[in-house]
């Protein structure tokens, strides 16, 4: 089993930067692919960022391309997720997971461990 730990949310404000990291344990997170999920207030849980097990290919959600950089150190077993220029509505939980797939993967269903989220919140 993979245990995940997310670190690094807080409150900022509008177009500062943070940096996210997710602590991996149990197992090494080299052979898995590691997503970043968030849920903003009432509503519904949504993708943000996934890196590939394969190759480090990455995928983005639309909403935080251009801005976010998902990244993994197979090394300290952890992921990060280095967020830039953000918005208010980027307010929101935020969850790193890790899934079987040898792909990069948007869907939340194909992804197995979760941790257990880290707030992060921004103002206007």
């Known amino acids: 089993q993979v245990q995940l730990v997310e670190f690094g949310g807080g409150l900022v404000q509008a177009g500062d930067s943070l940096r996210l990291v997710c602590a991996a344990s149990?197992?090494?997170?080299?052979?898995?692919?590691m997503g970043w999920f968030r849920r903003p207030p009432m509503k519904a849980r949504e993708f943000v960022a996934t890196?590939?097990?394969?190759?480090?290919?990455?995928t983005y959600g639309d909403s935080v391309k251009g801005r976010f950089t998902i990244s993994r150190d197979n090394a300290k077993n952890t992921v990060e997720l280095q967020m830039n220029s953000l918005k208010p509505e980027d307010t929101a939980v935020y969850y790193c997971?890790?899934?079987?797939?040898?792909?990069?993967?948007?869907?939340?269903?194909?992804?197995?461990?979760w941790g257990q989220g880290t707030q992060v919140a921004v103002s206007s």
């Open positions: 997971a890790a899934s079987a797939s040898l792909r990069g993967v948007v869907n939340e269903r194909a992804y197995n461990y």
């Open positions: 890196i590939s097990s394969t190759d480090d290919s990455t």
């Open positions: 149990g197992e090494s997170i080299d052979s898995w692919t």
